[in-house]
């Protein structure tokens, strides 16, 4: 039963009750906790209070929770441009392209030739001159499944690939090809036009070619595949660099041996994962940088050939991954000069079903979202990189939910956008930091301020600052900075400014919103936050108690209580201590007896006088 004391002058210490020679004096023993900087060092002005200094960007996305240690480049999801060190900005602008009159449904294929893009609507194809459609430039026979562009025979073509013949256009007239039933799974390579036969042929899948555009096919291989199991084919290194045909399947990495007529596993080879109908591994597929890069799922394997070749997970499928809104197999992926391009779906799937599909950038070392579709799919046909149209390299695209055709800038030269004066950048952009703990895991701390720096604001740029707390799917709006002061350094007190006492939490994170105006070549530019923060220890008190063994006290000698004190001191365990009577007992504490000093007589006389230091670990 717990100890409790009436009686004034008294304490209660591992069960035995002491008189005391003077009061008990209270004293608080919790440690204040430790400045720690996270982040740039050089933007740290904190005397006292921890901080959290974000302004490297460059990481990309795909953290959730935040290891201070190697994290501190990341975000769990972000619109806007983070490619630049110190340099927040608006992503890049993506426009919609009105589709041509009276068509339906989506585009099916996208491909360029000369200063017009093409694009394919069921069996017309049209052609963009960077302003507007015209009407239909050729009706085929069969939907148009793929327009390409490429060499044969010394000569430049434009392709329209269907499951019964394609046509071709080689800059004034158009002509047609039937000696065979080729899909939309080519390419050009060795000076010849290669296919692979439609899907929905005979159980032979059969890999032919073509050396005249208004030739006859040759049988160059027959495939061990079923037609559906060949997902798209191009063309990439092989282990000496030379170029060579490739396959990707939805069981791996195939290579055209030409010498022995036969394709040949790369050793790069996956399960057979598919939504029923298709499969959702091999789909995206390019060839980037000297190396070949796969889709299977919402990873990315690159591949790289040689004596020993090498293959890397490198997907927006690692760490964290991406928010649930945006899981879906990758179905699209084109190489640029600065970065792959891949473009997702929301097929339904083992562990996809999002209700978005993206488009994102990879510059060799991480992931950039710059576009959010609708409830769709974007096919490796369907995405088209040209800088022949309007003079503006850019990267076009369809999904099958819209009839309309997107497109967007990609950087040729440098990938800061903001040395490129004719940049147009979105309307608003999202930024989501990962949730920050301090590693200091489920414990509390308290967020005292937080400083943005920031450039090129006004009343039409601004950055909303918004912040959430423990895993809350709700966020709190700070404050909007719309200041025309450049550079500028915004400071946010918790939970405001007229009440700064500091908010509570186990983990934070922060969501930043910029906004531009009218003239889409402005931005505004985060380039620094600080997060000001102290861990909250738990309290810890200590008592300096002076104990009076002069007399017999509750039944004891001074000589039993010099032996019970002693007792006390000596214990392995915690003892129980108090000097109040409370009902609930709130006030009995569980002590270590850190030191002691006393004062005792010699010979017989056992009197004494105990100075005791109790701390509560």
Sequence with gaps: MPDRVITDGTISLNSEFYKLASPVRPNLISVFPQKVTMGDHTRDDEQIASSLILSDYRGGIGIERMDPSKDIDRAWWSMCDMMQRNMLTLGRLTTDIDQPTSVSGAVLGLGSYGANLYGSWGTDIYAWNGTSWGSSVRSTTAAVRRIMTGNLSGKQYLLALTHENFEYYEGSTWARNTDWTPSRLAAFWDDKLWCVNRPGEPVSCELRFLSAINGTWTLAATLPFTDNDVVWLFTGPDALGESILYLSTSS????????????????????????????????????????????????VLKYTPGATATVTAVGPDRDYGVPSAYVGPITALHATINNLVAFTSTETAPDTGGTNCVGMLYDGRAWHPFWIGADSTVQQSRAHITADVAGIYRVYWGQDSDTAVIHAPITATVSNPLQQPSWDFAVSSVHETPWFDANYVNRDKLALRLRIDTEDTSSNETVVVKYATDFSASYTTLGTINSDTDPLTTTFDFPNSSTPTGTKFKTIQFQLTLNRGGTATNTPIVTSMELAYVKLLDTKYGWTVELDLHNDFKGLTPMEQQSALRTAIDSDTLVEFTFRDDSGNTRNYYVKVSSATGLERSGHDERGVWRLNLVEP
């Design 252 to 299: 791996g990495l195939w290579a055209y041996d030409a010498p022995n007529a036969r394709v040949v596993p790369t050793g790069l080879s996956w399960p057979i994962v598919s939504t029923g109908t298709s499969s959702i591994v091999g789909r995206g597929a390019a060839t980037w940088r000297g190396s070949i890069y796969v889709s299977h799922g919402l990873g």
